[in-house]
């Protein structure tokens, strides 16, 4: 079954970019999409096929994938943007969706 | 705007029948998947399945022998039925609309919380 590794946690201070990494085999061949989950509340998605935004999602959300590692990058962080962040494609082989285990990111 | 909306027991006994229902608002399943996806407590998330206006249904491999994920489309009512639960199961449930075309899912119902306990 294919595996995605994220890093369980990346702080950053607020006004500066956060990037949030996924790694997996050969994902720049994959479509990555990304998703906010605040505490006690269900998961949003920010970022679809590597660097689209869902309607209403601020544009200082962003991604990008290359080689073995997709990105999800949060530029001028707002403390508002504390949250579990996950990533997940669609693994053909198994047909079915998979998730990386998540970052939460802290705003120092 | 869509939103689902989603509801269910929340305390189940080991060996019973999970059962939650999903709807939609402002929108549809048509065009899309209907998808169910869970997340224990404190932990990732785990896609449970999905199925098509078609009734064409696809389950995680791990959960297959249990899980019937069901849609009638006269009302855009989804369906997820797990048997012989345990408290590996205790976990949010969240339905999503799944797309077709990349696989990606949005929007997310606002969750259940499914407890196994004796």
């Known amino acids: 079954s294919y595996v995605l590794t994220q890093p369980p946690s990346v702080s950053v201070a607020p006004g500066q970019t956060a990037r949030i990494t996924c790694g997996g085999t050969n994902i720049a061949d994959k479509n990555v999409h990304w998703y906010q989950q605040k505490p006690g509340q269900a998961p949003v998605l920010v970022v679809y096929?590597?660097?689209d935004r869902p309607s209403g999602i601020p544009e200082r959300f962003s991604g990008s994938n290359s080689g073995n590692t997709a990105t999800l990058i949060i530029s001028r962080v707002e403390a508002g943007d504390e949250a579990d962040y996950f990533c997940q494609v669609w693994d053909n082989t198994n047909d079915h969706a998979v998730f990386g285990g998540g970052t939460k990111l802290t705003v120092l | 705007q869509v939103q689902l909306q989603q509801w269910g027991a929340g305390l189940l006994k080991p060996s019973e029948t999970l059962s939650l229902t999903c709807t939609v608002y402002g929108g549809s399943f048509n065009g899309s998947y209907g998808s169910w996806i869970r997340q224990p407590p404190g932990k990732g998330l785990e896609w449970i399945g999905e199925?098509?206006?078609?009734?064409?249904?696809n389950y995680n491999a791990s959960l297959k022998s249990r899980v019937t994920i069901s849609l009638d489309t006269s009302n855009n009512h989804l369906s997820l039925r797990l048997t012989s639960v345990t408290a590996a199961d205790t976990a949010v449930y969240y339905c999503?609309?799944?797309?077709?075309?990349?696989?990606?899912?949005?929007?997310w119902g606002q969750g259940t919380l499914v407890t196994v306990s004796s």
């Open positions: 999503a609309r799944g797309s077709v075309t990349s696989f990606w899912f949005d929007p």
């Open positions: 096929d590597d660097t």
């Open positions: 199925i098509n206006n078609s009734g064409t249904t």
